[in-house]
Antibody
Framework: QVQLQESGPGRVKPSETLSLTCTVS??????????WGWVRQSPGKGLEWIGV???????YYNPSLETRLTMSLDTSKNQFSLKLRSVSAADTAVYYC?????????????WGQGALVTVSS | DIQLTQSPSSLPASVGDTVTITCRAS??????LNWYQQRPGKAPKLLIS???HLQSGVPSRFSGSGSETYFTLTISSLQPEDFATYYC?????????FGQGTKVEIK
């Protein structure tokens, strides 16, 4: 059974970098079949697709975040990560990691439990 | 970006009711349309992929249909655990988008 778990600081100061890691168990990122991605949900709001990364290193980002965003893989630790630079209060959200599909026309399943990140000084 | 508009935003219902949620896309998404359930304080859970494919373990009272720009999620005989928020999501374009959500709440 595949499980994902987000980790990282729960509070980040404005203008700094938000960094989150997703640890995968029950599956191997280096198996190379899937995309791995991130979705966020601002308090009381809906879901926003952040982007995905493939084992090959290929990434697809939400254009609204692209200039501030970097995703990466660490296959030795079976983890993937997100870095979002120059954050503001608008980036306060619950951040979910999830496994995507084999193609970009699939879906996210399963999801991590989510990590609340608050941007505040 | 493809916009997904769900209706209604809020759906008061009772246990045993049959409810239908609609999801309209601003342009065709063919059949690349998925549905998720989110309970309060929990992560979204995939219910239905590719319009109508029920995920393993999801009760058969959930069903999906549609194509191109119009899709529906129907829940037959609502159970207490079904009171939650439901989201549609398209993967036709590289930029995946979600609907704004429909909250099924107790009447």
């Amino acid at each position: 059974q595949v499980q994902l778990q987000e980790s990282g600081p729960g509070r980040v100061k404005p203008s700094e970098t938000l960094s989150l890691t997703c640890t995968v168990s029950g599956d191997s990122i280096s198996r190379g079949n899937y995309f791995w991605g991130w979705v966020r949900q601002s308090p009381g709001k809906g879901l926003e697709w952040i982007g995905v990364i493939h084992y090959s290193g290929t990434t697809y980002y939400n254009p609204s975040l692209e200039t501030r965003l970097t995703m990466s893989l660490d296959t030795s630790k079976n983890q993937f990560s997100l870095k979002l630079r120059s954050v503001s209060a608008a980036d306060t959200a619950v951040y979910y990691c999830a496994r995507g599909g084999i193609t970009l026309t699939d879906w996210f399943d399963p999801w991590g439990q989510g990590a609340l990140v608050t941007v505040s000084s | 970006d493809i916009q997904l508009t769900q209706s209604p935003s809020s759906l008061p219902a009772s246990v045993g009711d049959t409810v239908t949620i609609t999801c309209r896309a601003s342009q065709t998404v063919r059949t690349y349309l998925n549905w998720y359930q989110q309970r309060p304080g929990k992560a979204p859970k995939l219910l239905i992929s590719a319009v109508s494919h029920l995920q393993s373990g999801v009760p058969s009272r959930f069903s999906g249909s549609g194509s191109e720009t119009y899709f529906t999620l129907t829940i037959s005989s609502l159970q207490p655990e079904d009171f939650a928020t439901y989201y549609c999501q398209q993967s036709y374009t590289t930029l995946w988008t979600f609907g704004q959500g429909t909250k099924v709440e107790i009447k």
